[in-house]
C-alpha cells in the first residue's frame, strides 16, 4: 500500500495545508475542494504543490507529524522548492 504525505496551498487564502492520506492522491484532493466544515472548507482552489511517497500509513503520519511540528510558512516553502 502507498500512502502520500502531501501540502495543498490555496491561492485564495494564501495558506498551506499538511495531511497525509493512503487514498487515491487526486480523490484526497476532492475531497478537500468540497464544501465542508474542516479547514480545508473555507475554500475550494486547494492544489497539490508537494508530495512524498511512503510505504506505511504510519511513515506518512510521522512525515506529516514532522512538517507540522516546525510550524514554519518558510520550512514548507522550503520542502516545495526540494521537490522541483
Known amino acids: ?3 502520500f504525505t502531501y501540502i ?3 491561492r485564495l487564502l ?3 495545508y499538511v495531511g497525509y492520506t493512503c487514498d487515491v492522491l487526486q480523490e484526497r484532493l476532492r475531497k478537500h475542494n468540497t464544501n ?3 479547514y480545508t472548507g473555507k ?3 486547494w492544489e497539490i504543490v508537494c508530495s512524498e511517497n511512503y510505504a506505511s500509513k504510519t511513515e506518512a503520519y510521522s512525515r506529516e507529524r514532522e512538517i507540522k511540528s516546525k ?3 518558510k520550512y514548507i516553502e522550503y520542502l516545495i ?3 522541483k
Do not use: A
Open 1 to 3: 500500500m502507498t500512502c
Open 8 to 10: 495543498l496551498y490555496s
Open 14 to 16: 494564501d495558506r498551506y
Open 36 to 38: 465542508h466544515k474542516g
Open 43 to 45: 475554500s475550494n482552489d
Open 71 to 73: 510550524k514554519s510558512r
Open 81 to 83: 522548492q526540494q521537490k
